[in-house]
C-alpha cells in the first residue's frame, strides 16, 4: 500500500511487562487487572489435545478463566514465543505449557496455550 510507511516493531520490553502483569494478575486471582491488560474482543485458545480444548471470547470471559486457573506446584516464567511475548510454565523440570500472546496497542489481543500433555515437554524451554 502506498503511502503507509515502515510498520512499526513491537516494543519488545513493554510486551514484557505486559506478560509479567498478566502473570501476577493471575497468580492473584484480580480479575480486574486482567480485564485491563485485555482488549474487549481478545481471543484465548487452550489447545489441552483432547476434550478440554477451547476457544473463549471477551475480556470478562477470559479473565474469569485466568482467575479460576491454579496450577499447583508449577513455575512459571516468561518467554519470547514465535518472536512475541509469552508464559512458560513448568512442573519438575518438564514443560507443562506455553503461553503464547499477541500484544496490539498495550493490550492482549489473543492467547494461545499449547497444554498438550505430549508437547510441550518435546520443546526447547
Known amino acids: 500500500m502506498q503511502g503507509a510507511g515502515p510498520e512499526r516493531q513491537p516494543d519488545r520490553a513493554k510486551q514484557r511487562e505486559i506478560a509479567h502483569a498478566w502473570l501476577a494478575a493471575a497468580r492473584g486471582g484480580d480479575f480486574a487487572g486482567l480485564v485491563e491488560l485485555l ?29 479460576s486457573y491454579r496450577a499447583g506446584k508449577v513455575t512459571e516464567r516468561f518467554a519470547v514465543v514465535n518472536g512475541g511475548p509469552g508464559i512458560v510454565s513448568t512442573s519438575a523440570g518438564h514443560a507443562t505449557a506455553v503461553l503464547a500472546m499477541t500484544v496490539r496497542h498495550d493490550r492482549i489481543t489473543g492467547i494461545n496455550i499449547l497444554a498438550d500433555p505430549q508437547r510441550p515437554d518435546n520443546l526447547e524451554v
Open 39 to 67: 482488549h474487549p474482543d481478545v481471543m484465548l485458545r487452550v489447545d489441552t489435545g483432547g476434550s478440554e480444548s477451547k476457544l473463549v471470547h471477551g475480556e470478562s470471559n477470559v479473565a474469569g478463566q485466568a482467575t
